[in-house]
């Protein structure tokens, strides 16, 4: 895509949150796993633009923390006039080498790259000096309509609450999306008046004003959907479904199986490798990455995770985890943040586990805690195991090496360490260290020397034999 030196764009984002009835800053509340604002400036991105601005309300600190990865400065817009004001307050910012300026609200997450870049293009071949995104829809209530004369010209612009009876049945609303020449956008600005339900100083009224100094104004009409801005808690949610569908069709585009997109809720800053196959009732939430040919669900949620070719993950919840290739999870299992699960390891049903890596072909099938552990090759973890990690004052760590046996029901009081092949009996309460090939039975658990390698691994002794 052509990228736009001499383009900068404005986004408006001093919305208070009042009609969501939220503490939160509107433009900061998540739809698709990310911030409203988010989504807007990810469109923005890939158009090369010579600067971003943000401008913000006083809470402009919390935004900026929130945005941390964006590339864009902020400018705060105190106190709120009405989007003319904030427009003028980020032109102070600008640099020399900006000649067009884009202005964007903040809280429209559906608004396509596409769909700006049109509108730059349309704006540069009309070389007008106003381009205005616009939407035809069905009930245009709340948004301010385009008014036309009868040569289909854009005359100007009228919000809502100070429309005519005939002007508010027209269906060609203004999005608040717009392209100006700067120049000319410069010039009108200190023309705004605020004469109106409002008393604020409208954006729209340039249109006006423009063409009142003989400047052309064109006009760019994109679909309903993407006028679509967030005022209420059933919008942010509706804004939410049609991302999440966005998401389906585009990664079943590449190749992966979503069994049933109505029941499937993915993210937009989610990656999915081809051939995974995404079963219903699942969410994939944050920057999870799901590898290829691996199958993902029913009644799953994975957040901020990454699991590899080939596993599997089926009624559990997954967060902050590492699942290695051909790795299983569930069912009815919690991963909690910390957890790595290496090829073919398996962390089984009602198994949950914490800062626990579990080493490759090592199992814990069924109904075991494990928290900052570390678990070696081949190692069986019986049912009823638990690492007893916290001493009332501090977490401490548990050690299994490779090939070990954990009979079902131990307990293993941190710090621990059991050694290659070593096996525990059941029920047993081990403290302190198992050597290597030895067992540890009773309560407390007393050490039994050569009697581990209950799975009769090889000990890697050399050869006896003269031949070798």
Not at 173 to 189: C, D, S, Y
């Amino acid at each position: 895509m052509a990228e736009h030196p001499d383009v900068a764009a404005i986004v408006l984002a001093a919305g208070d949150g009042k009609r969501l009835r939220s503490d939160l800053p509107k433009v900061l509340h998540r739809v698709a796993g990310r911030p409203l604002l988010g989504h807007v400036l990810d469109a923005l991105t890939p158009l090369g633009l010579g600067q971003v601005v943000i401008v913000a309300s006083t809470r402009k600190d919390e935004i900026a923390a929130a945005m941390s990865g964006a590339d864009a400065e902020y400018v705060v817009q105190d106190p709120p006039r009405g989007t003319g004001d904030a427009v003028r307050v980020a032109l102070a910012v600008l640099s020399d080498s900006i000649r067009h300026v884009i202005v964007l609200a903040g809280d429209t997450p559906l608004i396509s790259t596409g769909t700006i870049a049109s509108m730059l293009a349309r704006h540069a071949e009309t070389s007008s000096a106003a381009t205005m995104l616009t939407a035809r829809i069905d009930d245009p209530t709340g948004y301010g309509r385009v008014v036309r004369g009868a040569d289909g010209r854009i005359e100007r612009v009228v919000e809502q609450r100070d429309a005519t009876p005939d002007e508010l049945v027209i269906d060609e609303i203004n999005t608040g999306a717009f392209v100006f020449e700067l120049g000319g956008l410069a010039k009108v600005l200190p023309k705004l008046g605020s004469d109106n339900s409002q008393q604020e100083y409208y954006l729209t009224d340039s249109i006006s004003l423009l063409l009142g100094e003989g400047d052309s104004v064109s006009s760019f009409e994109t679909t309903s959907r993407e006028a679509d801005g967030v005022n209420s808690r059933a919008q942010l949610a509706q804004a939410g479904a049609e991302l999440r569908r966005q998401a389906c069709e585009r990664w079943m585009d590449e190749g992966v199986t979503i069994v049933d997109p109505n029941s499937t809720f993915i993210d937009a800053t989610v990656t999915i490798e081809r051939d995974a196959v995404i079963q219903p009732f699942t969410f994939l939430e944050g920057n999870t990455t799901v590898g290829q040919g691996a199958e993902v669900g029913p009644q799953a949620r994975i957040i901020d995770s990454s699991i590899a070719a080939g596993a599997t993950v089926t009624f559990a919840v997954v967060r902050g985890s590492t699942i290695g290739e051909g790795a299983s999870v569930g069912p009815f299992a919690s991963l909690r943040p910390g957890t790595v699960l290496e090829r073919g390891a398996r962390a089984g049903t009602f198994v949950e586990t914490k800062q626990t890596t579990i080493g490759e072909d090592s199992k814990a099938n069924h109904l075991s805690y494990l928290g900052d552990a570390t678990i070696g090759k081949g190692v069986n973890v019986g049912a009823g195991t638990i690492t007893c990690n916290w001493d009332g004052t501090e977490k401490h760590e548990t050690v299994i090496d490779d090939d070990a046996y954990i009979g079902s029901d131990t307990m293993l009081v941190a710090p621990t360490h059991i050694g290659k092949r070593a096996a525990t009996g059941a029920g047993s309460v081990v403290r302190g260290d198992v050597p290597d090939d030895a067992l540890a039975v009773g309560v407390p658990a007393r050490i039994i020397e050569g009697k581990g390698n209950k799975m009769g691994k090889d000990r890697g002794t050399p050869s006896q034999d003269p031949r070798g």
